[in-house]
């Protein structure tokens, strides 16, 4: 019976485990057919308005997948006691949430209660990847909204000071793999960097060293005039490539001449296989925008906190 019972218990799982997380790209075929691109219409107008949307967006979906899941936590706002993630420390680049409200709001007028807020949000990092100029891809949706946000976990996510084996870790953890950190990392083709998030490579790096000497010496000297020694502008910082609105692969071919922003750029030339991956990508956009890609989508399948469909992306049901 014992035999039998184990059985049973093993086909069961075997069968419904993936119905329940499985995410689907027609997912919301029949109940709300234009949703990808009532949310590409949100992201597009924002981005006319405001060309620091799309680095925004791609990096608010990054978070958010990696604290509980894709599940939208990093939307919510903080409520009485609770401090929410969006408040946490490494909240200093988010911004743009405006944008995945627009098409909340629309997409509620069309077919109301049906479509995620987590799944807004990987759409819209789709997009911005897109409108950027990067590759297009099919979404698979079906992610649930969570009911849980804490700014304490905000430490849960990689620090820019992370070196390789700390990186390999907390992309470990999530079932992502050195190929996958590399791919990733080049979401730094789009968007800006705080002074406060690589004052480390160019003040008082080491007790013998005041630079990081794997930066290249002039690339160092604007990057230290920009952002002098006890900075007190409050928005100082650079771009993270040449091109900041535009998804290319510079981010890999800058890396390789010492013109990374954060140690954990430099990180990736520290391991061969990561070091192998950045100059494949750098001599190669395409096999960037494949591996980029596949990264993606299995980075924005990362679900395991959803419970619900919220009503307003900001408050739990
Ligand atoms: C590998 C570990 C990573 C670390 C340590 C890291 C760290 C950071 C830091 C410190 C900033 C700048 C914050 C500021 O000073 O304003 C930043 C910006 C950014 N990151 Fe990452 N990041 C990582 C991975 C990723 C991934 C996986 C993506 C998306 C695929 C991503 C996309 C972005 C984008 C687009 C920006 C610019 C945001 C803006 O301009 O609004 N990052 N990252
Ligand atoms: C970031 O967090 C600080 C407090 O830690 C808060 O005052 C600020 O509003 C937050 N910024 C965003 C964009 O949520
Ligand atoms: C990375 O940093 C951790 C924590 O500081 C340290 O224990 C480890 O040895 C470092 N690994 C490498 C490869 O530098």
Redesign the pocket.
Known sequence: MAAIATVMVVITTMHFAPLVSALNVNYYENTCPHVDSIVATSVHHATMNDK?V???L??M??HDCFIRGCDASVLLESEGENKAEKDGP?N?????FYVIDNAKKALEEVCPGVVSCADILALA?RDAVTLSGGPTWDVPKGRKDGRISKATETRQ????T?NISQ?QQ??SQRSLSLED?VA?????T?????????ENRIHKFSPKQDIDPSLNPSFASSLRSICPFDNKVRNA?TS?DSS?TLFDNAYYKLLLQGKS??S?DQALLTHPTTKALVSKFACSPQEFERA?VKS?IK?SSITDGGQEIRHDCRFVR
């Open positions: 620091t799309p680095a925004a791609l990096r979906h990054f490494p200093i680049s988010l911004h743009a990092a996510l990689p620090a820019p992370f990186l907390t992309f950190l990733l990392s080049g979401g730094h789009l968007g800006f960097a705080h002074c406060s998030s690589f910082g993270l900041a922003i954060f954990s980029f993606m980075m």
